[in-house]
């Protein structure tokens, strides 16, 4: 085990009763690398997300995450460890503005002896709001409306500089940009980028050709629960993670017994 | 430049003329225009004599034309039902509901009045002590504290139930008014008791009531606006989930809220039995619906998330003026209750409408 591993996966198994959602994965991250997973549905992406986040127990297997193993109880625990997640369904409160839900759970503030009824620093967290969202080039009028009318992408963005904000050691994205337009979707990948340059890992599940091999330096291919390829971003193309997605194809060192 | 903000990204300024005005404005304008509809009523209707519900030309007294007689009685009436309202308030945009308020005012009223009471009546020994004589005279403080412990204590299983059991609050806060309906029938059998010392009678006397309001509805508002904890229950009413993933202590939390709104509730009941000067097994019936009325006028929305304690406060005065209005234009009670109902369902109508138009545009 080298440190350069920012996650490992080892063995790691999930099963619904008889349903073998998630069969033996050996998954490898460094540090700073950006990872793409990719698969039709139902070939595994969001199980393996899953026991990776403490949405789910997992069957079998060890997580390792910085060094050590680890056995999330929750999400929350996840989060404390490092792990951000940017969930399909988002999880911003709509009535709060952007710095309130950037910051919610982890609030700036003053006379912190006063317990829950410390003070919130609202000048803090709007400067530092202002600060993080600005390399992103999202456009939003004024960060001290409520989210509640935002548009998807403006919404999606939020939710991802979050992560950013906070300089998490590993950032899950599932499927960011399905739900939005061609120039949100270009602001979700900014800030992607913006992730790289930091040198900050990322796992990005995600359908969109175009995107992954705009983004990521690794594609890891899933297919009915089981890892079938690794592949290095500079010695594939479109039409070669199709097959591997679709089974034409499997890496040697993948294949099932008697099958290749 | 003044009118711009500096609060846009992405080269995006945004001009704050074109904001639309907060919702609180709304209510203020409503309240004005209700006072305005009264006093064209007494104008119009021909028994009324062309009487001025606010003011009052014929004696200037005070140096004002204010009828300050009435508006005095506006907010007095108000001011207790409203202390019992900033606590609801906060559950609503918690996304949470209090029934228990009223019953418990009438229970915590009879047991604040038993640790309250003084020795001697017209020179004799007070006749209807619930205690021995031990309970005679004790420091104010005593009955306060008292109280305030029974509202949390209140509180702390209301919040408990919600936050363990995942019991609807409906149903929580329903069973406990049934029991500190009980309790307070239980605690003398149905006798009321009176006679309290001269210092706790000084709590709620004049307009004292109105004082404790304002100053319990700036803190809370201050609480609500720049603290963590308003920040949280906002955030809890908003989206439970995200607060929950965002690492919030969401249980905990709904606990805190629910405890801090019996503890107003029993305050409330403190200043009324202090203004009464005697505490009855049946005091503040609807109290707890008067006090969703008011917040729900006030534009506190309840789905949770969404109002304020000002609105709140602004929704008191516009329940304290169609009230008074009534008994204005010598509208009898039974049709007051109607009038009154129809009310809370229209501004329930009219907040679920502004938010379906704001989710549109």
Known sequence: MSDDLILETRGLTKHYGGVHALENANFKLRRGEHIAIMGDNGAGKSTFVRQITGVETRTRGEIIFDGKPVHFEGPLEARQAGIETVFQTLALCDDLDVPDNLFLGREKTKFDWLGPFRILDYKAMREATMAGLERTAVKIPNIRGSIRNMSGGQRQCVAIARTATFHSKLTIMDEPTAALGVQETAQVENIVRTLKEAGEPLILVSHNMRQVMDLVDRIVVFRRGRIVADLAKEETDGQDVVAYITGAKTQPEFAEDGVL | ?361
């Not at chain 2, 149905?190 to 709590?203: K, M, R």
Request: charged residues 10%.
């Open chain 2, 1 to 361: 430049m003044a009118d711009q903000t500096s609060h846009g990204i992405g080269g995006l300024t945004y001009d704050r003329k074109k904001r639309g005005w907060p919702n609180e404005a709304n209510v203020f304008i409503a309240l004005v225009a209700i006072i305005l509809i009264f006093e064209l009523l007494g104008q119009v209707l021909p028994y009324m004599n062309n009487q001025s519900m606010l003011f009052d030309f014929n004696e200037a007294r005070d140096g004002t034309i204010l009828n300050m007689a009435r508006i005095k009685i506006v907010i007095l009436q108000v001011a207790i039902i409203g202390i019992i309202s900033l606590g609801v308030t906060q559950v609503i945009i918690l996304g949470g509901i209090d029934l228990s308020s009223g019953p418990l005012v009438g229970a915590a009223a009879m047991i604040v009045m038993s640790f309250a009471q003084t020795e001697l009546v017209n020179g004799q020994l007070n006749p209807k002590a619930v205690f021995g004589p031990w309970s005679f005279d004790l420091p104010v403080l005593a009955p306060i504290l008292v109280g305030l412990a029974f509202g949390a204590m209140i509180g702390l299983i209301n919040g408990s139930l919600i936050a363990f059991t995942g019991i609807p609050p409906f149903i929580a806060t329903l069973g406990m008014f049934l029991i500190c309906r009980g309790i307070s029938q239980w605690w003398t059998k149905g006798q009321p008791v009176s006679f309290p010392s001269d210092q706790f009678a000084a709590i709620g006397s004049g307009m004292m009531p109105v004082v404790w309001f304002i100053l319990l509805a700036i803190v809370l508002s201050l609480l609500m606006k720049y603290t963590v904890y308003g920040k949280h229950t906002y955030a809890i009413g908003s989206n439970e989930d995200a607060a929950r993933m965002s690492g919030i202590n969401v249980k905990g939390h709904k606990m805190m809220v629910y405890m801090i709104a019996s503890m107003l509730a029993a305050f409330a009941a403190i200043v009324l039995s202090s203004k009464n000067l005697t505490a009855q097994a049946g005091m503040g019936q609807f109290y707890e619906l008067y006090a969703i009325a008011m917040a729900v006028i006030g534009g506190v929305s309840l789905r949770g998330g969404r109002g304020s304690i000002v609105g709140t406060v602004l929704g008191a005065m516009v329940f304290g003026v169609i009230q008074s209005g009534f008994t204005f234009i010598k509208l009898d009670a039974f049709y007051q209750l109607m009038a009154m109902g129809s009310i809370i369902i229209g501004a329930v109508v009219l907040d679920q409408y502004r938010q379906r138009r704001a989710t549109l545009r």
